[in-house]
């Protein structure tokens, strides 16, 4: 995890900030392991640093984006507001922009409070503790699809978690009132504090409930998560409603042109998606043509290729029905429904020593595919051979 590479330079900052003595040995033994891990990083990814999300930003842009996500992440460590499984990123490219006055805002609060509490160490060092942590996510495009993410709170939490309480008692210990009133005072923003931060974290719960509820709950959130919508799809067409699948992945399409971030793949799984849902209710024609643009976008999808298979398979092009298959293997020759197929395919044809084959491939892959265990079974008695296709 990229937040893990700001521990070294917490380490030197807390010894800096409290006072400590400079600890050069374990300094040392940290680069050290940080030497190791970049020399595997390397090994991995070619490179250190890698782009996983590709957009063009002009500069003005990319630094006010940046100070937003900035401001946005502090501003939840404060108050949990605006949970969401899935942020959809839009840029901030103007200082009169809404959200940069919101960051101004966020920004200079924070700003305040550490001028405010400059004398106390502790405090400083847990202030930067929550920036150090962040840096890492700030690399909007080293992150995935989903750029601003609040899980990559868990680390920078632990601050303002310990943060907040201390300076609470700071403030407590400058402006201090009468022991009973101030036991009332501090019970009443404990209680008032509880309240608000139980109200926002509940109306988020229960989005966690099941698959459906999470991607519908998200997409109200996030109306141009084209990658949530695609999941929503796959879970109606997974439940056998393909009429409803059908709507979600048109709805995908909208999203397209709205994204500021358009990645190809979520167009291909939409494209396949609706493929999918023609080919479960027998239309072939429309089926073949949806998943022709999806290969158009995804020339290695082995699933796509075993799909258009199975398309010209029901269309009784068993040539191209072959030609796909075959694709699809030298793609992902462990993928079972791909042999299962190629299984259904030269069963069609009359070649049942090749179906028996594929069939018997497909089931040491998996062996609780049931239709693999009818084709061998059909295969064998279409040979005369009974007793085995009993077995």
């Not at 600890?23 to 940290?30: E, I, P, T, V």
């Not at 009332?184 to 989005?207: D, F």
């Not at 209710?281 to 075993?306: N, P, Y």
């Not at 049931?370 to 085995?388: D, F, L, P, S």
Request: charged share 20%.
């Amino acid at each position: 995890k990229e937040l893990a590479f700001t521990f070294p330079v917490v380490v030197v900052f807390m010894d800096w900030v409290l006072h400590r003595r400079l600890r050069w040995s374990r300094y040392a033994q940290l680069a050290g392991v940080f030497s190791v891990y970049t020399v595997l990083r390397l090994a991995a990814l070619s490179r250190f640093m890698i782009r996983q999300t590709i957009f063009e930003l002009d500069p003005v842009s990319l630094v006010l984006s940046t100070l937003a996500f900035l401001a946005a992440y502090i501003s939840k460590l404060l108050v949990p507001h605006d949970v969401n499984a899935f942020h959809v990123f839009s840029p901030t490219r103007s200082i009169l922009s809404r959200e940069f006055l919101f960051t101004a805002l966020v920004l200079g609060a924070f700003a305040a409070g550490l001028w405010f509490f400059r004398k106390q160490r502790a405090l400083v060092f847990l202030f930067g503790f929550c920036i150090l942590t962040l840096v890492p996510v700030l690399n909007l495009q080293g992150v995935g699809e989903n750029v601003f993410a609040d899980r990559y709170l868990y680390l920078p939490s632990v601050g303002s978690s310990i943060l907040i309480p201390l300076a609470a008692r700071e403030i407590w210990k400058a402006h201090p009132l009468g022991l009973w009133q101030g036991r009332q005072l501090g019970a009443l923003l404990l209680t008032l504090l509880l309240v608000a931060y139980g109200a926002l974290l509940w109306s988020t719960v229960w989005m966690w409930r099941d698959d459906r509820t999470l991607y519908t709950a998200t997409l109200e959130r996030s109306p141009n998560a084209m990658l949530i919508a695609n999941n929503l799809g796959q879970y109606y067409q997974g439940q056998g409603d393909y009429e409803k699948a059908k709507q979600v992945f048109r709805g995908a399409l909208e999203m397209w042109d709205r994204s500021f971030i358009k990645v190809r793949r979520n167009l291909a799984s939409t494209y396949a998606g609706l493929g999918g849902a023609y080919l479960k209710q027998m239309k072939l024609q429309e089926a073949r043509d949806f998943f022709l643009r999806a290969q158009e976008l995804s020339v290695k999808d082995a699933v796509v290729m075993d799909n258009l298979g199975s398309v010209y398979l029901g269309l009784g092009d068993y040539k191209t029905a072959r030609e796909y298959y075959e694709k699809a293997l030298a793609l992902n020759p462990k993928l079972e429904r791909i042999h299962n197929n190629l299984a259904a395919l030269y069963l069609v044809e009359g070649d049942y020593d090749h179906a028996i084959s594929e069939a018997q491939t497909a089931l040491a892959i998996f062996p609780q595919l049931g239709e693999a265990h009818i084709i061998v079974a059909r295969a064998y008695a279409r040979k005369g051979m009974i007793e085995q296709a009993r077995l």
